[in-house]
């Protein structure tokens, strides 16, 4: 009987093993997951509300209507918009499935939610930044957390609060950027990421400050029909400063 009673826990215990193994996903399926979720976003339009707190920088709230059009176009209202982290300001998850190779690199409680820790790394040498971390939130499928290391020195870190538009697209509803200085001389890799060896030409040129840039996303407009002039003016603009 007691022979009998091993047999059968140790049957529950492979079956309940093998149910948990079925029920974690694969970094691709995690991509594709949260990809669906934004795949039906063609563009948008949404009022910027955003407030800098950075060394060495001083400036006021600033308020700007922000546009957007996949693939990855991007315009502001207001040239003040131009010092924001372009990496986080809108993630198109199938760009990050394009030209990332992704991987899970564990799970982690944040705020009480259960969140998937994936690491990044570029396909391509020309793809900046060359890696991230990305933590999602499987309730909504939406990137809850970025980290990156865009250049020697400097350590960029993203949190995102997400709310449903329209009853059918989960979107940014505030982004949170924090910038800090990485120790020149430290022995332990930040991020579990490696940094650059040296910086990029154009990397040079950019002071090392510390501080933060929080968003708020308001009043958006989905899928109204951007038209590609409303970008290529912004392209013009630059061209001729």
């Not at 690199?105 to 040498?125: I, N, P, W």
């Not at 509803?173 to 490696?194: C, F, G, H, I, Q």
Request: glycine share 4%; net charge positive; proline share 5%.
């Amino acid at each position: 009987m007691r022979l009998w009673r091993i047999a059968v826990g140790f049957v529950l215990v492979l079956a309940i093993s093998v149910q948990c193994a079925a029920q974690v996903l694969k970094a691709p399926e995690i991509m594709k997951n949260v990809e669906r979720g934004f795949e039906k976003v063609q563009d948008f339009v949404a009022t910027i509300e955003a407030s800098v707190d950075m060394e060495r920088v001083r400036i006021p709230k600033i308020t700007a209507t922000m546009y957007f059009k996949k693939p990855d176009k991007v315009h502001f209202s207001s040239s003040s918009f131009a010092m924001l982290p372009r990496e986080g300001i809108v993630l198109n998850p199938s760009l990050l499935r394009e030209r990332y190779e992704a991987k899970v690199s564990g799970e982690e409680v944040v705020d009480g939610r259960k969140l998937y820790r994936l690491a990044l790394t570029a396909k391509e040498a020309k793809v900046r930044p060359s890696q991230l971390l990305l933590w999602i939130d499987p309730s909504v499928w939406t990137i809850a957390r970025m980290e990156t290391v865009p250049y020697q020195g400097r350590v960029l870190r993203f949190s995102f609060t997400h709310a449903l538009q329209a009853g059918s697209f989960w979107l940014p509803e505030t982004m949170k950027a924090t910038y800090d200085v990485a120790a020149a001389d430290s022995s332990v890799k930040r991020l579990d990421l490696d940094m650059p060896a040296s910086p990029q030409p154009d990397d040079v040129r950019r002071p090392t400050r510390s501080g933060s840039i929080t968003v708020k996303y308001l009043d958006y407009k989905v899928n109204v029909g951007i038209s590609d002039d409303v970008f290529e003016k912004r392209d013009e603009a630059s061209k001729t400063k």
